[in-house]
């Protein structure tokens, strides 16, 4: 299984951005899917998170300005990232948790390589 994640780049502050990320491989089951970033010299944190039945949540420091979305034919997800600020700017990994052809009643959790969000002014 693998996440391949997309989209990062450099914005403007005010700006947005769009990141994308599909999952592939022996996928059985995908229970939920997310976005985590961390900036340099902080720990990871979670940025949005959306279960597999669609119930969403978010950090605060991003309620409002961003979305997630999913499209499960695709095992993809999406964060529409709006009003873009500096503190936004981190590498941007994806996660899910899926199930596997060959073990499909355990989920594990899988990670994408990241991608790269810089802010400027």
């Known amino acids: 299984v693998q996440l391949q994640a997309s989209g990062g780049g450099l914005v403007q502050t005010g700006g947005s951005l769009r990141l994308s990320c599909a999952a592939s491989g022996s996928i059985f089951s995908i229970n939920g899917m997310g976005w985590y970033r961390q900036a340099p010299g902080k720990q990871r944190e979670l940025v949005a998170v959306?279960?597999?039945?669609?119930?969403?949540n978010y950090a605060d420091s991003v309620k409002g300005r961003f979305r997630i979305s999913t499209d499960n034919a695709k095992n993809t997800v999406t964060l529409q990232m709006n009003s873009l600020k500096f503190e936004d700017a981190a590498v941007y990994y994806c996660n899910a948790d899926i199930a596997t052809m060959v073990v499909p009643t355990k989920f594990r959790s899988y990670w994408g390589q990241g991608t790269l969000v810089t802010v400027s002014s």
């Open positions: 959306i279960s597999s039945g669609g119930s969403t």
